[in-house]
C-alpha cells in the first residue's frame, strides 16, 4: 500500500504539474538561459536506513559506515526553466559504492563502479521573483555496472538563483522500479552556471549602462532618460530624424517653392545642401569649407554682445545640424560631452541653450525646428546626468543668423545650436 500511494503521489507531480504551471506570470518573468553543471552534481544513494527501518534485527546496516551502505556519484548536468514554476534537468555521470535489492543486506554487497543517468522534472512552490525557490520533484534514476537498477525518486528540496550561478538541493525517497534494487534515500547537490546567447549579453550590457546612468545621476533631479531619439549620422547624405513630424502638404509645397525661388539650379530634394564629413561636425559637401574651420567654430567661440547670458565666466560652444533635421551627428556628440564634463566637475555652472535655422522657408516651419535643436541638446544632456534645473532653453526660427545668406556652401553655419556656459551666481 505504502508503495502504491508514493508512485501515486509521483504520477500526479508529473501530470499535475504542467497544469499548475499554466496559471505562471508572462514567460519574460523567469530566467529562461540553460545553466550546466560540469561534474558538480554530487549524488548519495543510501540503502541502510530504510534497510534498517524495514528489517529490524535481522539488518547490521547501522554498524556500516556511510560508505559501506551507499553510493555516491558525480555528473555533468544540464538544467533549464520552462516555466516560471516548471524545470527540468538531466544528468550523466559515474560513481562507486554499494547497490542492494530487497532480498539482499547491504553489509553482504561488494563495492562497484557505475555509470548514472538521471532525469528529475521540478515543480517550483513560489514564483520566479523569489531567488530562494522551494521545490518538489519527480524522475528517475539509472545505475549501470554489471547490471542496470532503476529508481523513481520522489522528493523535495530548494534552490538559490543568481546572475552568475545557481545551487540546487533536495531529498528523495527512491523506489526501486526494477526488482533488484532496493528502495533508498537519495541526496543531491549541483552547482550550475548559466550559459549566455548572443541576446543575453547585449541585455547585461544595456543593463549595466542604465545602472551607471542611475548612478551618475542619483543626487535627484528631473532626468528623463533617452533611449531611442538621438542617433549618430553615419554618411554624407544621411538624413537621420528623430521622432519626425510630418508638416502639412501645403507647408511642404511653400518650403518647395521658397528654396527654387532661392537657388532656382539646385536640387528640389537637396535644395540646402547636404551636411558634408560629420566628423567635420557637419560642414556642407563639396563646398570647399575645411575641416580645420568647422572645428574652429566647434570650440569656444566669442560671446554674442548682445547674448542674455553675457556673465564674465561665460563661453560658448556650437554644434550644427543637417539640413531640415534636427538629429546629432558624431561631431556634435563630442563637444555636447565636453560641456557634459564640465558641468559635471563644476556644480556651479549651467547652460543655455538656443536652437538656430538657416532662412529658407517659413517662419512657422523653423520656429519648432529651432526648438527641436535646442530640445534634442537638452534631452541628451538630461540622458547623460544634468539635471532640468540647470539648463535653459531658447529656440528663435532663422533670426540671428552668422552668414546672411541661403546660399548652400554657407547656409549650414545658421543650423545651429549654440551651448552658452556660464556660473550661478
Known sequence: MRKRSISLVGCLLLILGPVFA?????????DKRWFISPLLKFQVQDFGMLEKNKLNQASDAEELSFSERSNYTFAASVYKNFT?????????????????????????????????VNATLFYHLLNSSYRLQPFVSAGISNLTGDQSYTSAPVGAGVKFSARKIMVEAHAAYGYGVSKNVANALIYNVGIYIPLKSR????KKKEEDKKAAD?????????????????????????????????DSKAEQEARDKARADLNPGADKNNAGGTEGNTDAGGNPKGTGEGENDVNKDNTTAPLDPDDPMNLPAAEKSIVYFYYDSYSLSSSAFTVVDQVIQRMKEDKTLNVHLKGYTDLAGS?????PLSKKRAQMVLDYMNSRGITADRIILSHYGKENPVIDSVDPKSAWQNRRCEIVLFEKK
Open 22 to 30: 499554466q496559471d505562471e506570470a508572462p514567460a519574460k518573468t523567469y
Open 84 to 116: 516560471g514554476r516548471l524545470s527540468m534537468s538531466a544528468d550523466v555521470g559515474f560513481g562507486k559504492g554499494h547497490v542492494t535489492s530487497k532480498d539482499v543486506l547491504i553489509s553482504t554487497t561488494k563495492s562497484k563502479s557505475y555509470n548514472i
Open 199 to 202: 541576446k543575453d549579453k547585449e
Open 214 to 246: 542611475k548612478k551618475d545621476t542619483a543626487k535627484g533631479g528631473n532626468v528623463t532618460y533617452i533611449t531611442n531619439n538621438y542617433y549618430f549620422l553615419m554618411g554624407d547624405s544621411t538624413k537621420n530624424k528623430v521622432d519626425e513630424e510630418k
Open 363 to 367: 517662419e512657422q516651419y523653423n520656429l
